[in-house]
């Protein structure tokens, strides 16, 4: 564990720069990577200040959007803001699949606001927003139209919102599960199972949920018995 007294006279050294208006890359990419989350958040916040002098700012954000401690998922959050980036979004997507608390969900909300018009701007001229997490890339597609969705590649992303869109037909979400599937290494009945379970923690349409279990419902009866375990469970945590 590195020492904190260590910690702490390198912080206020890089907050000698920040005073001075001096990027010091190297020194904000120690702090950034420090074991005390408290030095941590301190140099996400001098990372907002020389946000647009920092090259590879929007990846150290990505990066610190998982970081273990919520203060510094919260400022990396907040810092995103500063960004006119459209894929500065990616940031608050990211920390919003990790815990939250009611300053996370407050910070989400507030950033939300700036980032999500200008996502929304550059889509609606045709650009392409350069995702590079599945949070983005998923957000991404919920926001093009299933004729758009169906023409592009069979990716991981693409068949996971085949998968759990509404209005698919059941050809088409059948091809995703298989795809999914062979992805995974796991069989398409272990895919269903696992995105109905998943459907606890997911806000999702009432219809998409109808289709999903019904697919369930068609699954050859000698597959579902090998199962059975599994669908008992599942029925007393519904």
């Known amino acids: 564990k ?20 001096t990027v010091n890359l190297p020194l904000l990419e120690e702090l950034l990577s420090c074991s005390d989350f408290r030095a941590r958040a301190a140099a996400v916040r001098v990372l907002r200040d020389w946000i647009d002098r920092v090259p590879n700012a929007l990846d150290l954000l990505r990066g610190l959007a998982t970081d273990e401690h919520p203060r510094v998922r919260m400022e990396a959050v907040r810092a995103s803001s500063f960004l006119t980036d459209p894929a500065a979004l990616e940031v608050a997507l990211i920390a919003e699949e990790q815990p939250r608390d009611e300053y996370l969900d407050y910070m989400f909300g507030e950033v939300r606001k ?17 995702v590079k997490s599945d949070a983005g ?21 693409v068949n996971l919102e085949l998968l759990f869109r509404p209005g698919v037909r059941d050809e088409q979400r059948l091809a995703a599960i298989n795809g999914l599937a062979r992805d995974e290494g796991i ?3 272990q895919v269903l199972l696992n995105a109905i379970r998943s459907l606890d923690t997911q806000q999702r349409s009432q219809s998409t949920v109808f289709d999903l279990v019904r697919l369930l419902t068609m699954q050859d009866r000698q597959d ?5 375990d599994q669908l008992v469970a599942m029925s007393h945590n519904a």
């Open 2 to 21: 590195q020492d904190l007294t260590q910690i702490h006279h390198r912080l206020e050294g890089l907050w000698v720069h920040e005073y001075f208006n």
């Open 114 to 130: 700036v980032l999500v018009p200008q996502w929304e701007i550059a889509v609606s001229r045709g650009e392409k927003v350069a």
């Open 137 to 157: 890339a998923r957000y991404y597609l919920q926001t093009v139209s299933l004729e758009e969705l169906l023409q592009m590649p069979a990716s991981r992303a």
């Open 187 to 189: 069989s398409e009945l």
């Open 224 to 228: 579902l018995s090998g199962v059975r």
